[in-house]
């Protein structure tokens, strides 16, 4: 049972989509990786300093504050919505879902043109091609007699 149980698992494993999913997820992570130091680092920073100066990550809404004793020391920490945050996933989100779209969009295009490459009419043959044929035929036409 145990023997039956691992030799399903390694088909499983072993066939072309899973490895090729499990490529894809491991380049995806890196892409987005890549993708969001691209937009916390180089895009949000110029967004934020064309609406004044803001850091996305830094808004929050404080909905209870810290309660601290009288040596300093947070008894309690504050309660509070970090929006902010939220509006930065939100747009790496979107700049991911914009580069996978276009990327989607470039292989539809090219896969469609391998397409129409396959149904192409081959050219017709060159005039030399045909005078060539003529003169097979004319030579078979000559034996047979």
Do not use: W
Not at 43 to 54: E, R
Not at 93 to 113: E, G, H, N, Q
């Amino acid at each position: 049972m145990k023997m039956k149980f691992v030799n399903d698992f390694k088909q499983f494993a072993m066939r072309g989509n899973v490895v090729d999913m499990a490529v894809g997820i491991i380049i995806g992570g890196a892409f987005g990786k890549i993708v969001s130091s691209a937009v916390s680092d180089i895009i949000m920073p110029i967004v934020g300093l064309l609406i004044g100066g803001i850091n996305f990550t830094d808004l929050k809404l404080t909905l209870h504050s810290a309660v601290v004793n009288s040596a300093g020391v947070v008894v309690k920490p504050a309660v509070e919505l970090n929006y902010g945050n939220f509006i930065q996933v939100s747009v790496d989100f979107l700049i991911i879902a914009f580069a996978i779209f276009c990327m989607v969009k470039l292989m539809a295009k090219i896969t469609s043109r391998q397409k129409e490459e396959k149904n192409a009419v081959p050219p017709p043959p060159s005039e030399e091609v045909m005078v060539l044929k003529e003169i097979r035929d004319l030579l078979q036409k000559r034996e047979t007699k």
